[in-house]
């Protein structure tokens, strides 16, 4: 009796060991994306960027991730800024404009490909399940999905 009383014991006390590591609903979901869309007018408007050339931009569930190179000694000290204009073009469906912004410092001559990604929760629609994005310098529009 006392090894079925240590079996059943161990049984109930490993069922509600995995029934506390289930995932809840309202647990955090981590973002993945590098950076956020910063949604502003002003800053969209007198924007100036380093040149660089887009390589790719596709959109994975809520990060638009984009390849683009530039020249520099290596990259690492390149920082990158994707704006919103914060007008939303009332069509179906509705449509957003915006910018990317290379900030480069780097004085050398050779050529550097690097891929960031922004969080496009910030530019997202209310009632809206689907918006096209056009992004300055870049000939294809994209479909952002939530």
């Known amino acids: 009796m006392n090894k079925f009383f240590s079996r059943v014991l161990f049984s109930i006390v490993a069922l509600v060991s995995l029934t506390n590591t289930q995932c809840e609903e309202n647990d ?36 638009l991730s984009i390849d683009m190179s530039s020249s520099g000694c290596d990259g690492n000290s ?6 919103d204009s914060g007008a939303v073009a009332e069509s179906f469906p509705e449509q957003r404009y915006l910018k ?36 300055e310098g870049y000939e294809e529009t994209l479909t952002y999905s939530n």
């Open 78 to 83: 390149w920082d990158y800024k994707l704006v």
């Open 100 to 135: 990317f912004e290379l900030i480069n410092n780097e004085i050398c001559q050779a050529v550097f490909t690097k891929n960031v990604t922004f969080n496009l929760e910030p530019i997202r629609i209310e009632g809206s399940n689907e918006i096209i994005l056009h992004i």
């Open 28 to 63: 955090d979901i981590v973002n993945d994306c590098d950076k956020w869309v910063i949604v502003d007018g002003d800053y969209y408007n007198n924007l100036e960027s380093a040149n660089f050339s887009f390589i790719s931009i596709g959109i994975d569930e809520d990060c």
